[in-house]
């Protein structure tokens, strides 16, 4: 069955310092894989998403993605973080079928220290 | 930009009642979903919706779960009879196009707390 895992449930990181976000995905098929951020009291807005070609994805606000099949991976990283960063990151993958169906990590929850 | 809007942003009910929850798709969209987040769990998919009919449906939706697009504009989530288990963050989103890797844009989302 396809799923997703976000195995860091929350993540402090020092302004300035990288940040790295992980996502681990079980999927039949050649996967569709996103990254969504959702600030406080907004929507998921989509960061960044593979779809095939270059595994290294570049996505809004600085961030970046790296497809790797043989893990089953697809990390979230930002060089520097900067402190309106801090929000819930969710991984994605799908869809498998024309309706469109996505399936989500748990989100990985970013505090940002000053 | 064009964005996803949901009403109300936060809705408390009792449990029984039925409650319905809003949602404007972005104009032009053709393919609109339900999903919900249990408070501390993941994000679930309830339902798709397209050419006015139900796509595809999870199996947390079952018979007290509904939705409809009554007009050119809004697609609503309706639940009969809320359950205790029904509180969670409910989201919209809806899609451009038919193809697989289009994006979905999501709502701000509702909040339901069934008392």
């Known amino acids: 069955a396809q799923s997703v895992t976000q195995p860091d449930i929350h993540i402090t990181v020092s302004e300035g310092a990288s940040l790295e976000l992980r996502c681990n995905y079980s999927?039949?098929?050649?996967?569709?894989l996103f990254w969504y951020v959702q600030s406080p009291g907004q929507g998921l807005q989509l960061l960044l998403k593979?779809?095939?070609?270059?595994?290294l994805v570049q996505g809004i606000k600085g961030f970046e993605a790296e497809f790797k099949r043989s893990q089953s991976s697809f990390n979230l990283r930002k060089p520097s973080v900067h402190w309106s960063d801090a929000a819930e990151y969710f991984c994605a993958v799908g869809p498998y079928n024309q309706g469109g169906k996505l399936i989500f990590g748990q989100g990985t929850e970013l505090s940002v220290k000053p | 930009e064009p964005e996803v809007t949901q009403t109300p942003s936060h809705q408390v009910t009792q449990m029984g009642q039925e409650v319905i929850l809003r949602c404007v798709p972005i104009s032009n969209h053709l393919y609109f979903y339900w999903y919900r987040q249990i408070l501390g769990q993941k994000v679930e998919f309830l339902v798709s919706f397209y050419n006015n009919e139900i796509s595809e449906k999870s199996e947390i939706f079952d018979d007290q779960f509904s939705v409809e697009r009554p007009d050119g504009s809004n697609f609503t989530l309706k639940i009969r009879s809320t359950k205790l288990e029904d509180s969670a963050m409910y989201f919209c989103?809806?899609?451009?196009?038919?193809?697989?890797?289009?994006?979905?844009?999501f709502g701000p989302g509702t909040r339901l707390l069934v008392l």
């Open positions: 999927y039949g098929a050649t996967p569709y």
């Open positions: 989103a809806s899609r451009p196009g038919l193809a697989p890797q289009e994006t979905q844009y």
């Open positions: 593979y779809f095939s070609g270059d595994t």
